[in-house]
């Protein structure tokens, strides 16, 4: 009797060792378990982190808010939305334009945008200062030329370069190794200022036509290289103008769209040829946030046209640190465009 009862006593002891070790090696196999899955877990976001270092969800305006943008022009190549900008780099306190190279973004969605390293900088132009202004950034053919207004070394006043590449995030290299256009060619001189913010476009028939200015709106003819005039330098005639033409073609009808009166608003004028007659339609944009200056791109993308301008809405933000911004634009049954109207949600994501 006492061995049944010690055997039954040993019996249950091993069960409980057997049941105790049990129980350690599978909570030792949860705790590696456990840890691999947050090391796996970890790791992955590290790699998502590296993955989209470039990439910005940007939810409103300005749609790039950790450095100052302004001037934007843009272009839609493989069904993705490019915008170029300048790059206003003023310190705090200091009121003044310091701009010396130009910046691109991309996006699918226009809502994510994706930085790339700059693609051009003022003194990529040989035979300028340095000092950047705004510019226009087309395709041909195949390939991508970016005007820019720049200083000119000779001391002479700003004047217009082009540079080319065979990317759209460049790099970009000076087409012409000289300016296309320099204050000693213009029919009518207004002050050293008067080549800024170049825009182009090549028509139906293939035809380039380049609008730019300072005051006086001037325009000319390029050549099928699109690094030439071809013929002279024209001058239009335009209620308050500034700066900042923009020029686009929709179902016919020209648009010139550019900086009116100071501060700065946007004005536009339409026609059915471009040497015009050209027919003022008013306001299209007002004075936008804290910045006198204003330059608009327009664009359509899947279906949707956008208005792409630049205000003083980020900290610290102003007249010379801009930040660049999207709103939608709309056009009336008779080609007109309605008024702008900014706000800081800024658009949703494009399907």
Same mark, same amino acid.
């Given at each position: 009797?006492?061995?049944?009862?010690?055997?039954?006593?040993?019996?249950?002891?091993?069960?409980?060792?057997?049941?105790?070790?049990?129980?350690?090696?599978?909570?030792l196999?949860?705790?590696?378990?456990?840890?691999?899955?947050?090391?796996?877990?970890?790791?992955? !976001?590290?790699?998502?982190i590296?993955q989209?270092?470039?990439?910005?969800?940007?939810?409103?305006?300005?749609?790039?808010?950790?450095?100052?943008t302004?001037?934007?022009?843009?272009?839609? *190549?493989?069904d993705?939305v490019?915008?170029?900008?300048? *790059?206003?780099? +003023?310190?705090?306190g #200091?009121?003044?334009?310091?701009?010396?190279?130009?910046?691109?973004?991309?996006?699918?969605?226009?809502?994510?945008?994706?930085?790339?390293?700059?693609?051009?900088?003022?003194?990529?132009?040989?035979? &300028?200062?340095?000092? +950047?202004?705004?510019?226009?950034?087309?395709?041909?053919n195949?390939e991508?030329?970016?005007?820019?207004?720049?200083? *000119?070394?000779?001391?002479?006043?700003? +004047?217009?370069?082009?540079?080319?590449?065979?990317?759209?995030?460049?790099?970009?290299?000076?087409?012409?190794?000289?300016?296309?256009?320099?204050?000693?060619?213009?029919?009518? %001189?207004?002050?050293?200022?008067? !080549?800024?913010?170049? #825009?182009?476009?090549?028509?139906?028939?293939?035809?380039?036509?380049?609008?730019?200015g300072?005051?006086?709106c001037?325009? +000319?003819?390029?050549k099928?290289?699109?690094?030439?005039?071809? /013929?002279?330098?024209?001058?239009?005639?335009?209620?308050? %103008?500034?700066? /900042?033409?923009?020029?686009?073609?929709?179902?016919?009808?020209?648009?010139? &769209?550019?900086?009116?009166?100071?501060?700065?608003?946007?004005?536009?004028?339409?026609?059915?040829?471009?040497?015009?007659?050209?027919?003022?339609?008013?306001?299209? !944009?007002?004075?936008?946030?804290?910045?006198? #200056?204003?330059?608009?791109?327009?664009?359509?993308?899947? /279906?949707?046209s956008?208005?792409?301008? *630049?205000?003083?809405?980020? @900290?610290?933000?102003?007249?010379?640190?801009? &930040?660049?911004?999207?709103?939608?634009?709309?056009?009336?049954?008779?080609?007109?465009?309605?008024?702008?109207? @900014?706000?800081?949600?800024?658009?949703?994501?494009?399907?």
């Open positions: 009797m006492i061995a049944l009862f010690c055997y039954r006593k040993l019996r249950l002891h091993q069960l409980a060792e057997k049941e105790r070790n049990m129980r350690l090696t599978i909570i196999i949860s705790l590696f378990y456990w840890e691999s899955f947050f090391q796996t877990l970890s790791f992955g !976001n590290k790699k998502a590296m989209q270092t470039d990439t910005t969800l940007i939810i409103g305006n300005p749609i790039i808010k950790d450095k100052y302004a001037d934007p022009t843009a272009l839609v *190549h493989d993705t490019f915008i170029y900008t300048g *790059h206003d780099e +003023a310190p705090v #200091t009121e003044k334009y310091v701009m010396n190279d130009w910046l691109c973004f991309s996006s699918k969605d226009m809502v994510n945008w994706t930085e790339y390293p700059s693609p051009l900088k003022a003194t990529d132009f040989k035979w &300028s200062n340095g000092k +950047a202004y705004a510019s226009k950034v087309i395709e041909f195949g991508f030329y970016w005007y820019v207004a720049v200083n *000119h070394a000779t001391g002479s006043g700003s +004047a217009i370069g082009v540079a080319k590449s065979k990317y759209p995030t460049g790099p970009f290299v000076d087409a012409r190794g000289s300016a296309l256009i320099t204050i000693d060619m213009l029919p009518k %001189f207004v002050d050293e200022k008067a !080549n800024l913010d170049p #825009t182009v476009m090549v028509d139906d028939n293939g035809q380039a036509y380049i609008f730019w300072h005051k006086i001037y325009y +000319a003819k390029l099928k290289n699109l690094i030439e005039l071809d /013929g002279p330098i024209k001058t239009l005639q335009l209620p308050g %103008f500034e700066e /900042g033409a923009n020029i686009h073609k929709r179902n016919g009808w020209y648009y010139l &769209s550019y900086g009116y009166q100071m501060p700065e608003k946007v004005a536009y004028v339409m026609s059915r040829n471009i040497d015009g007659p050209w027919e003022f339609k008013g306001i299209l !944009n007002e004075i936008a946030g804290n910045c006198e #200056t204003n330059r608009a791109a327009i664009l359509d993308f899947r /279906g949707k956008y208005f792409i301008y *630049h205000n003083g809405a980020l @900290m610290n933000g102003g007249s010379h640190r801009r &930040s660049v911004c999207i709103d939608y634009l709309y056009y009336n049954p008779d080609g007109t465009m309605k008024r702008v109207i @900014m706000t800081s949600e800024g658009v949703k994501q494009a399907k």
